[in-house]
């Protein structure tokens, strides 16, 4: 383990689900005839565990913030989080959006979108956001990878990211939401926290941004993490990015609601 490292702690699922693979294995070894009986609670354990993967919000794979931790709520902080960007046509609007409220948001930038656009990665960083992990390419196959493919992606984008703000990125989400049982033991090899999210609008699918926006408001309270998108957005049917037209009217109800607006890692504080 280094200093960038944390230890990995198996949660209860996991634990069971070894052991139910070692009882299957070795009931096969000593009932050879029982097989069907072995490979079946083989196979139902593995669906149990890809049932979790396929579930955002779920704990039961490994620590995964769906809100805000108690300290962060008492102070009465939301966290906005901008994933899939950078995106030079839309990202510049959301950071002017953002200055405008005196607002600060976590961008789960894709690696590689970083490093066609430096500058804008750099500017979002500048303007004391946070700029955090979601991958290097964003697969979405990024689920159904082993040790080495989640450990590629997760590594190179950790240092895209270090490499073009400076900063070491110390959240994680994946993407698309979905993973599998190895990510976990690799988060903590790299010092990450795996956030989703509270209440997401649907944004990259919706061409109306008053659902988007009722989506995210309804029941709007402190440790709220919400999930917006600057890439892959969708848009109005008169062509504005849905964000642009979100972001405003869900700054004004935060504010109607003297709530505060932080980067995870302030909440962290
Ligand atoms: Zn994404």
Known sequence: MTDTS??????????????VHAGALGYLVAEPSAWPLAIGTLVADQLLLTGAG????????????????QHSVLRGEVAITIDDGPDPAITPHV???LDRYNAKATFFCIGERALEHRD?????????????????????????????????????????????TGQRPRFFRAPAGLRNPLLEPILARHNLQLVSWT??????????????????????EAGDILLLHDGNAARTVEGEPIILQV??????????????PVTLPDALI
Not at 136 to 149: D, S, T, V
């Open 6 to 19: 944390r230890p990995w702690r198996p949660t209860p699922l996991i634990v069971a689900s070894a052991a």
């Open 54 to 69: 396929l579930w955002p919000r779920s704990t039961v794979l490994g620590s995964n913030w769906r809100s805000l931790p």
């Open 95 to 97: 950071l002017d959006i």
């Open 120 to 164: 804008l990665c750099q500017e979002i960083a500048r303007r004391g956001h946070a700029v955090e992990n979601h991958s290097q390419h964003h697969l979405y196959r990024f689920a159904l990878l082993g040790l080495g493919g989640i450990d590629r992606e997760i590594r190179l984008s950790q240092e895209t990211i270090t490499d073009i």
């Open 199 to 220: 209440r997401r609008g649907y944004d990259t699918r919706e061409s109306c941004s008053t659902k988007v926006t009722n989506r995210l408001l309804q029941g709007i």
């Open 247 to 260: 972001l405003p009217r869900l700054l004004d109800a935060i504010a109607e609601n003297k709530l505060r």
